[in-house]
């Protein structure tokens, strides 16, 4: 793979854009995907997310942020501008896979685990799934969060910890449901 740190993918060499798009698309295809739900729609922003990084690719300054911050940035920004345009209520994070997890027996019983967490992130907000997504499985600092989604720090913070909340309210109304299906099977 090419090192893209001589930025020369910038000045429109094709072949550096390419290896840049070949580097990145994985990460970007991710995003969007935890965002919008769907491979065709997370397809769809992966090339949106190209065009407008090769037209504006000028514009990118390297000392302001690292190239994955400003990818992220205008990942979520295409995503929220297509969820404005369709006026998506939810979006199902069903049959998603962990990024490189091999099937064990770890990993079959955390499967439940994982499900619930899925089921519990479609019932948050979009601003909220979104820190959550680039926090915890794009694993973005705080500060890059903040630049992607161009928010204060102390409000990347803010909904991180609400996200959480939120999610542990929902992991109390699930486990309840639980035990009271398990009361029933007993009787």
């Known amino acids: 793979m090419k090192d893209l740190t001589n930025n020369r993918w910038q000045s429109g060499d094709a072949a550096d854009f390419e290896s840049l798009f070949r580097q990145y ?9 935890l965002i919008t739900g769907t491979k065709e729609e997370a397809e769809d922003v992966l090339q949106e997310v190209f065009v407008s990084v090769w037209k ?3 514009t990118f300054d390297p000392n302001k942020a690292k190239l994955t ?3 992220h940035r205008i990942t979520v920004n295409k995503c929220m501008e297509r969820r404005r345009k369709k006026k998506l209520v939810s979006v199902s994070l069903e ?3 962990l990024p ?4 064990t027996d770890d990993v079959l019983v955390s499967k439940q685990e994982y499900e619930r967490l899925l089921e519990a992130m479609n019932s948050l907000d979009t601003k909220h799934r979104v820190v959550l997504i680039l926090r915890y499985f794009d694993d973005l ?3 890059e969060i903040a630049q992607a989604v161009s928010v204060p720090l102390g409000t990347v913070k803010s909904r991180i910890n609400q996200a959480l ?5 929902q992991f109390d109304v699930q486990q309840q449901k ?10």
Request: aromatic fraction near 10%; charged fraction near 30%.
């Open 100 to 103: 490189g997890a091999e099937v």
């Open 95 to 97: 049959g998603l896979e």
């Open 56 to 58: 504006s690719r000028k």
């Open 25 to 33: 698309e994985r990460l970007v295809f991710k995003t969007a995907y």
């Open 141 to 143: 600092s705080y500060e």
């Open 165 to 169: 909340k939120l999610l542990r309210a």
């Open 178 to 187: 639980g035990s009271r299906v398990e009361g029933l099977s007993k009787l």
């Open 69 to 71: 911050t400003w990818l």
